[in-house]
């Protein structure tokens, strides 16, 4: 097996069996190799079917790798979700903006262009998580590689973008307790910027951005590791809100 096809192959063990799996031994050379194992993975599990609508989250910053990964609709939820017992290893808590196109976006579209493809805005959580053992440490090829630590996305209230994306505000609470406060974090400081990127790495994939797609944008907070019973709040004050338990009530 080549080195795409065994990370695939510790993948898909790690999700049928619902454990983390080691790394050591595994590597990749390419983001082209990372994306080969996303679809690989996905295509044993059968995530995607023929469906012509998904979901993709996106991560990175400026001079560093942009990434990407498709969500499937099962894993996509809505504000006030229970997650289940045995659902993750982990309960990594990223506040985003997660956007629904309303119509499709080739890979030729540019910043404006997407801007005027959306159709709603909300606040959201992704909930992140790792497959392998300690995985947030293994290579970012790896972790890429692993849905680039996506485990579900959670769509809170919908929203209108604000003027100004410098002065957004975004907060994380658990139990009640204010565990984070920020000002015009996200990474590219636009959570668009990096949209046209996605557009075209999506054609190249041959799977086009189509209207009814849903996209986080980036995280605002930062990667925060919940506890494994906790009621978790992400606000962004001018925006909304959306919450989210991590254990039985």
């Known amino acids: 097996m080549n080195g795409a096809t065994q990370v695939a192959a510790a993948l898909v063990q790690a999700w049928r069996q619902r454990r983390n799996v080691p790394y050591d031994g595994l590597g990749l050379l390419t983001e082209a190799d990372a994306y080969q ?42 504000s006030g979700w229970a997650v289940p017992e045995g659902y993750c290893s982990r309960f990594g808590i990223e506040g985003e903006l997660i956007v629904r196109l309303g119509r499709d976006v080739d890979g030729d579209s540019d910043h404006a262009a997407a801007y005027e493809a959306i159709d709603a805005w909300h606040v959201g959580i992704e909930l992140c998580d790792t497959r ?12 890429l590689a692993d849905q680039q630590l996506n485990r579900a996305l959670v769509l809170g209230e919908a929203t209108q973008p604000p003027a100004n994306w410098s002065q957004q505000a975004v907060e994380v609470w658990v139990d009640g307790r204010l565990q984070i406060v920020d000002v015009g974090s996200h990474p590219f400081t636009d959570p668009l910027a990096s949209l046209p990127w996605l557009a075209r790495h999506a054609a190249s994939q041959n799977r ?4 009814g797609d849903l996209i986080a944008t980036g995280s605002w907070t ?9 009621n978790v709040k992400i606000k962004f004050p001018e925006l909304g809100e959306v919450l989210l338990s991590t254990g039985p009530a």
């Open 37 to 78: 194992v996303q679809e690989l993975v996905a295509a044993e599990l059968g995530w995607f079917g023929d469906s012509s609508e998904t979901a993709w989250k996106l991560g990175g910053s400026p001079g560093r790798l942009v990434s990407t990964a498709r969500v499937p609709s099962h894993s996509i939820h809505l």
């Open 208 to 211: 086009p951005l189509r209207a």
């Open 132 to 143: 392998f053992q300690q995985g947030e440490q293994a290579h970012p090829l790896l972790r």
């Open 222 to 230: 930062g990667l925060f590791w919940a506890p494994p019973v906790a």
